[in-house]
Nanobody
């Protein structure tokens, strides 16, 4: 059974930083696509960052240069470093994992249908 457990959310002031973690069990993060999504109140869930099994990455334009996605294969954990946070970054942040398909390449994707497994989310609140 695949489990994704996020942590690291919290409340910060604008300009601050946070690091989100997503610990995976029953799933090998190094082998497949992983991503971070967020959903603000009254808005649709959107893709924030993704990393493919070859280490290639993709970011939403709104977070480029401020957020960094990475993974620690030894710890089987996905991370999202959030810097220069803005009030508009306030949202529930979700970790997602792609299908365990036998493809040689699992490229990054910011599209929700590209993911099969989801965590419960961690809240990020940025005050001005």
């Amino acid at each position: 059974q695949v489990q994704l457990v996020e942590s690291g959310g919290g409340s910060v002031q604008a300009g601050g930083s946070l690091r989100l973690s997503c610990a995976a069990s029953g799933y090998t993060v190094s082998n497949y696509r992983m991503g971070w999504f967020r959903q603000a109140p009254g808005k649709e869930r959107e893709g924030v960052a993704s990393i493919g099994n070859d280490g290639s990455t993709a970011y939403a334009d709104s977070v480029k240069g401020r957020f960094t996605i990475s993974k620690d294969n030894a710890k089987n954990t996905l991370y999202l470093q959030l810097n220069s946070l803005k009030p508009e970054d306030t949202a529930m942040y979700y970790c997602a994992a792609g299908p365990r398909a036998r493809w040689s390449l699992h490229p990054p994707s910011l599209d929700q249908p590209a993911y099969n497994y989801w965590g419960q989310g961690t809240q990020v609140t940025v005050s001005s």
